[in-house]
């Protein structure tokens, strides 16, 4: 499955952005996606993951302020972000773990990144 992250651009700090995640080559029917940041310096931070379902999970830092959702009529998943701060701040990429594996650690699908800057 090839993944394409957009929405990404530059924001005040309170603003909110929306980031689409879209996938093709193959269904995304019981795929596991997420969004994963990474700014300079600094590790990787798994930010939120969505199942089939619908259920989802959120690292601490985004709880409350992202939301994650998927459109599986257009086999795309979304990450709203509100409130927007400077340590918001990063390259984003969606991510996928296919039937089977584990999120994250059997992470096996990427795209590429969307850049997020966030001004103080």
């Known amino acids: 499955v090839q993944l394409q992250a957009s929405g990404g651009g530059l924001v005040q700090t309170g603003a909110s952005l929306r980031l689409s995640c879209a996938a093709s080559?193959?269904?995304?029917?019981?795929?596991?996606v997420g969004w994963v940041r990474q700014a300079p310096g600094k590790e990787r931070e798994f930010l939120a993951r969505i199942d089939w379902s619908g259920t989802n999970t959120y690292a601490d830092s985004v709880k409350g302020r992202f939301t994650i959702s998927r459109d599986n009529a257009k086999n795309t998943v979304y990450l709203q972000m509100n409130n927007l701060k400077p340590e918001d701040a990063a390259v984003y990429y969606c991510?996928?773990?296919?039937?089977?594996?584990?999120?994250?650690?059997?992470?096996?699908?990427w795209g590429q990144g969307t850049q997020v800057t966030v001004s103080s």
């Open positions: 080559g193959r269904t995304l029917r019981n795929v596991v």
């Open positions: 991510a996928a773990a296919p039937p089977g594996r584990i999120w994250p650690g059997q992470i096996y699908y």
